[in-house]
Each structure stands twice: as C-alpha cells, then as structure tokens.
C-alpha cells in the first residue's frame, strides 16, 4: 500500500502551488508554454495542485514551474543562479485542492532541500519513505533556513515547499 498524505499532525504545512498561480499555469508556464492538455490513461501522475496522485480518466498537464522565482517575488528573496524551473502535473482545470493539510507523497526516499531567505540553497537531505515531521524539525534547525522543497530523488523535481512555521 502507498501512501499519498502522512497523517501526521504536524506543525509543517504542504503548501500547493497556489490557485492564482495554477491560473496562471494553465494559460502559460513558466517557461513561456501554452500547455497540452491530455486525459491520464493510467493514474499515478503526482499532481501539484491537490498534492495527491491522479486518477485514471482525469485531464492533467505537464507545465514548467519556477518554485524559488515565484517565492523570491513574493518576498524579495534574490535566488540568482539557484532560480530553477522543471516539471510538474496539475489539472488541467481548476481543482478544489489538497483534502486536509498533511504532508504529502510521503510514500517514497525524497530529499528535502533547504534554502535561505536569499533564496540561496544551504544543502539537501535525503529522507526515508515516511519522512515527517522530525525530518523537517531537523531541516529548520538553521535559523537561516527559511523554505523547504520537497523533491523527488530520481528527477529532482519539485513536489511542494513547507515555510518556517
């Protein structure tokens, strides 16, 4: 059995890429892109926007999504060189988003990739299937870790951030 959200009452928070950003998503991403649209034939596609995985039958898309650019916007934060972009499945049409606010996609090794408030990256952690709130206590440790992604360890693609609490 996989598990697609930890049932951990944690302090951390699974953030989605939020709804006014997915809208924007939908008509260009990040990497300048009209998206294409299809109809997952199989499932199992890590969605973004609900933090759970899809389902057969569901229309999703493959867009670029620039996490730190986005957050460094929101904040001021000056990633420099660390700004990246990369894959990432959502709806391909407005969803009601994650059912409670558990970590999600614990069900696999992630890494767990901190960064300061400059957007700068201070290292990365790979954690266990599982993973939950004492990995990311351990993560915020440094004061100066101000934002944690959750990414796969076999692409490196962004999963969701957790915030300093």
């Not at 972009?85 to 890494?111: K, M, S, W």
């Not at 004492?134 to 692409?155: N, Q, T």
Request: net charge negative; aromatic share 8%; hydrophobic share 35%.
């Amino acid at each position: 059995m996989t598990t697609e959200t930890s049932t951990d009452t944690s302090i951390f928070t699974a953030r989605p890429i939020p709804p006014e950003v997915l809208a924007e998503l939908r008509t260009a991403d990040d990497a300048g892109r009209v998206p294409s649209p299809l109809t997952d034939d199989e499932g199992g596609a890590p969605l973004r926007c609900c933090l759970r995985h899809s389902r057969v039958g569901e229309r999703i898309a493959l867009v670029s999504y620039a996490p730190l650019r986005r957050w460094a916007a929101e904040t001021g934060a000056r990633p420099g060189p660390y700004d990246e972009q990369g894959p990432v499945f959502i709806h391909a049409d407005a969803c009601p988003g994650p059912e409670g606010d558990g970590l999600a996609f614990t069900n696999a090794h992630r890494v767990l990739r901190r960064y300061s408030s400059d957007g700068h990256i201070l290292g990365g952690e790979l954690v266990e299937e599982g993973f939950g709130e004492s990995d990311l206590r351990k993560a915020f440790d440094d004061p100066a870790v101000a934002l944690v992604h959750v990414r796969a360890v076999e692409y490196g693609c962004f999963y969701y951030e957790i915030r300093r609490p």
